[in-house]
């Protein structure tokens, strides 16, 4: 799939090209090239470390090569998802479009195999799980409804919160800035009401974008 369809060679992303071409065709076969290309979907980026054998969890976690397709097939649609094109407004004013969800990071920690990735998995607010011999991925996304949920059919019901004064209005915001050499840069983000009030209270907390360009 990478090796056919990768639409990121380079760095560059063309919306209406190879990607339009690519996910409206299908994947007919259901397989993967044998060569690898370079791509900055987190989906496929994580395959890679799940399953490579040399630095990532292959040895660990067998994949059950009767059920792979399966597997593939959940991973085709979650990448699909984050390859999906996105409207933004650059510095200029300028109106362009870019994947949903790119990761970009260097693997340079000794940190554990779940803490990595589920650095991933937070880049496109994503869930992995391993359960009868695949991994699998749910990305928070629109998806039809399955239970709703009433007062019908929830029995011993309790909810928690946190306080008023323990909810940040003021976000200081950390990532990966490609113009600056790929050095960590940052930026603010304040609530509506901290910028039209500036005598309220400002709840600060830092937010690390792990491989978020």
Not at 143 to 162: A, H, L, P, V
Request: net charge negative; with cysteine.
């Amino acid at each position: 799939y990478q090796d056919r369809y990768n639409v990121n060679i380079g760095g560059s992303y063309d919306p209406v090209g190879k990607i339009a071409t690519a996910y409206d065709t299908g994947w007919a076969d259901g397989k993967l090239s044998t060569t690898k290309v370079w791509t900055d979907n987190p989906v496929w980026c994580l395959y890679d470390l799940l399953t490579n054998t040399r630095y990532g969890l292959g040895n660990y976690y067998k994949i059950s090569e009767n059920k792979r397709g399966l597997m593939l097939a959940n991973f085709y649609l979650m990448g699909k998802h984050c390859d999906e094109p996105i409207e933004y407004i650059d510095d200029e004013g300028n109106l362009k479009k870019r994947p949903r969800f790119a990761l970009n990071i260097v693997i340079d920690q000794s940190k554990t195999a779940a803490e990595w990735v589920g650095q991933i998995a937070a880049i496109m607010r994503a869930v992995v799980y391993y359960s009868e011999g695949l991994f699998w991925i749910d990305i928070d996304r629109k998806k039809n409804i399955s239970q709703i949920f009433n007062m019908s059919n929830i029995t011993d019901y309790s909810q928690s919160g946190i306080p008023f004064r323990g909810m940040p209005n003021s976000y200081e915001v950390q990532w990966i800035n490609p113009a600056i050499n790929y050095e960590i840069d940052s930026f603010k983000l304040e609530a509506r009401e901290l910028q039209l009030d500036p005598t309220l209270e400002e709840r600060k907390k830092a937010l690390q974008l792990i491989g978020v360009t």
